[in-house]
């Protein structure tokens, strides 16, 4: 079995900060991606950042040069640490993450999501 665990979502002001983090846990054998998405009231869940087991990075066009995502493979966690939020930001952020199990089994597994909330 492999859990994951999202904290660090809330209510912050417009050109705030917050962090997430996201641990897993559980019958893991590696980790290859690690990724956060988003979702709006109304609209289609998208893609935030991503981070592979290399370190390299992508970000979606709306969030770069804001939002940085890292990862302690020691711990199993990816992290987003956001800044300059914008009402826009609003939404429930997800993390997914791409990982082999100790039985060999491939799998995607995703986080229960957490609340951000970003006002004027």
């Known amino acids: 079995q492999v859990q994951l665990v999202e904290s660090g979502g809330g209510l912050v002001q417009a050109g705030g900060s917050l962090r997430l983090s996201c641990a897993a846990s559980g019958s893991i054998f590696s980790i290859n991606y690690m990724g956060w998405y988003r979702q709006a009231p109304g609209k289609q869940r998208e893609l935030v950042a991503v981070?592979?087991?290399?370190?390299?990075?992508n970000y979606a066009e709306s969030v770069k040069g804001r939002f940085t995502i890292s990862r302690d493979n020691a711990k199993n966690t990816v992290y987003l640490q956001m800044n300059s939020l914008q009402l826009e930001d609003t939404a429930v952020y997800y993390c997914k993450m791409s990982m082999r199990r100790t039985d060999s089994v491939n799998y995607n597994y995703w986080g229960q999501g957490t609340q951000v909330t970003v006002s004027s």
């Open positions: 981070i592979t087991s290399g370190g390299d990075t």
